[in-house]
């Protein structure tokens, strides 16, 4: 018994060893042995013998370095192998639909937008499957195996446990099984996802947040107001995956019904603010509105970093407006405020988070299960011209 316990405790000492290692590549590449071992605390040997097993998977690659030192060595860097899979993504927004295929280090291969016809629920779905048949088109010829899966990013309530869009108001979808029927027509596996909280994965794989663990991504635009939480390196859907309905939160009592039947949800209030900042207007409202959600935000869940996003979040001055006013209404002591920057992403953002999502869900398990002939097989891969 006490030799099971054993072999069980070295095993699982491998794995995170070998997460620790692969999570500085991927974040810090390129680098050599010796940066990995300083990063991850581990010894060099630990270091090299994982280095040399996720190299024979296909997951490393190595490559000479400039010159250092007096004698003049090269020393060996690592990088991550973006081309070792593959993730198809599409994205649903407004009133287009951006898809395409990015790789393992979020590099897009290929993407497109596309107007779509999303005025009924049956068009929308035709939609997706449409960019969902012209996204793997983009995949190497070699194997569809190079494909982790798909991901799909919607507006409104997403069980990301079974990919079924429990309510969407803008596409009027109540408990659409929307991964399955994905899955049945092009057997791949398939990861439905909030749009919001998807830009939010992105901003922390490849964005402001790559080195944070807490933190709240908000979204201003033609879509109206939404949040993704990250907490603890995680992001955060509640019990019931409804975590970020920052526009259904109420801000006037005696407010205008709002399209999903509270009164004064701070969507509906604002919406003639966002008017008003696309019609050229000063923006004055919409900045007020915008960081009285952001306050909510800090003070209720006190974040290392808020990020905002959309196509008037994004925007370096419209966050700088929205920060000083929230500043001075925060309950912080002083000096605390947390830093409020705008997304970079900028329409990718989503797309990226897919990706992100979809290769943590579908391919890094596998990797990181040590089944690594298996992920060897699928490393090398070639893209359509």
Known sequence: MASLKRTADSTLAKKVNTMLVLDAVRKYSPLSRADVAKLTKLSPSTVSAIVSELVSAGLVTEAKGAPTGVAGRRPILLSLNAGA???????????????????????????????????????????????????????????????????VAVPGMVDTRTGVILRSTRLRWVNLALAQRLEREFGLPVLVERDVRAAAWGERCYGHARNVADFVYVTVGEGGFGAGLVM??????????????????????????????????????????????????????????????????????????????????????????????????????????????????????????????????????????????????????????
């Open 85 to 151: 899979s593959l993730a198809a993504i599409i994205d649903v927004q407004v009133t287009r639909i951006l898809y395409g295929v990015i790789d393992l280090a979020g590099n897009p291969v290929s993407i497109m937008k596309e107007e779509a016809d999303l005025s009924s629920p049956a068009n929308t779905v035709d939609q997706i499957l449409k960019a969902a048949a012209r996204a793997l088109s983009r995949l190497p010829r070699a194997s569809a195996g190079a494909a982790a899966g798909i991901g």
């Open 232 to 385: 603890n390196g995680k992001p955060y859907v509640g019990a019931r995956m409804h975590a970020g309905e920052l526009g259904h939160m109420t801000v006037d009592m005696r407010g205008q019904r709002c399209s999903c039947g509270n009164i004064g949800c701070l969507a509906e209030v604002a919406s003639s603010a966002i008017r008003e900042w696309k019609a050229g207007g000063a923006g004055d409202a919409l900045v007020e509105y915008t960081a009285t959600g952001l306050v909510s935000l800090i003070n209720l869940l006190d974040p290392e970093l808020a990020v905002l996003g959309g196509d008037i979040g994004s925007l370096p001055e419209f966050a700088a407006r929205v920060e000083a006013v929230a500043r001075e209404r925060a309950l912080l002591a002083p000096g605390q405020m947390p830093r409020v920057v705008s997304s970079q992403l900028g329409d990718m953002g989503v797309a990226l988070g897919l990706a992100g999502l979809v290769f943590d869900k579908f391919y890094w398990g596998e990797a990181l299960a040590h089944d690594l002939p298996a992920v060897a097989e699928r490393a090398t891969v070639s893209y359509r011209s």
